[in-house]
C-alpha cells in the first residue's frame, strides 16, 4: 500500500511537473510577451496622437501666419493705383491744416522678390501738433510706407485762432494774442520708401 501511494505520488508530481512545463510556462510567457507588445503599441498610439495634435496645431498655426501674410500682402501699394494713394495724402493733410508737397523719385525704383520700392519725399509745414497728428494718422494707413529720415526746420512762431468750424495762420514775431495759442511752425521733411505690388 505504501508503495502504491508511493506510486500514485510520484505519478502526480510528475504530473504536475509537466502541466507546468508544458502548459501553464508557455501560457505565462505568451502573457509576459503580449503585456510587452501592448506596451508597445501603447507607446507607439500615444506617439502617434501627440503627432497628431502636433498636426493640428501646426495646421493652426498655419492658418495663422497665412491670415497675417494676406494683411501683409494688402499692405504693399497696388500699380496702377498711385493715385488713390497719393488722394489719401492729400486728404490726410487737408485733414490736419498741412500744406505738402509729394515727390516720387521714380529714377531710383528698385525691384525686390517682384516688388517696387520707389522713394518718397512729403514736405510738410505746419504746426507742430498738426504736423504730429499728421505723421500719427500716417502711420494708420493700411499701406506700408517705410520712413526713413525724418528732418525739421522752424519757420516762426504762428498764432491759431479758433473759432466754430474756422482756423486761421499769422506769422507774428514773439508776440502772443490773448485769444490764441502760439506754437511753431515747422518745415518738415519725410523721407521713405513706398512699396508697390
Known sequence: MKNKNFIILA???IISILLITLGIAPTAKKILADNRAITE???????????GQNIVKNKNNLAVVEEQLALIEN??????????FITDLEKTAAKNNIEQSIIFNNTEITEVNGL????LS??????????????????RFDYYIDIERISLSSQGVATSSRRAGEQSYQE??????????STAT????????TYWK
Open 122 to 139: 512729403l514736405q510738410l509745414t505746419g504746426g507742430v501738433e498738426e504736423i504730429m497728428n499728421y505723421i500719427n494718422d500716417l502711420e
Open 11 to 13: 505519478a502526480l508530481l
Open 186 to 193: 515747422l518745415s518738415v521733411s519725410l523721407q521713405g520708401l
Open 41 to 51: 503599441e501603447k507607446e507607439k498610439m500615444n506617439n502617434l496622437l501627440l503627432r
Open 75 to 84: 499692405a504693399y501699394l497696388q500699380t496702377g493705383q498711385e493715385l488713390a
Open 116 to 119: 517696387k520700392a520707389i522713394p
Open 172 to 181: 507774428q514775431e514773439n508776440d502772443q494774442k490773448t485769444n490764441g495759442q
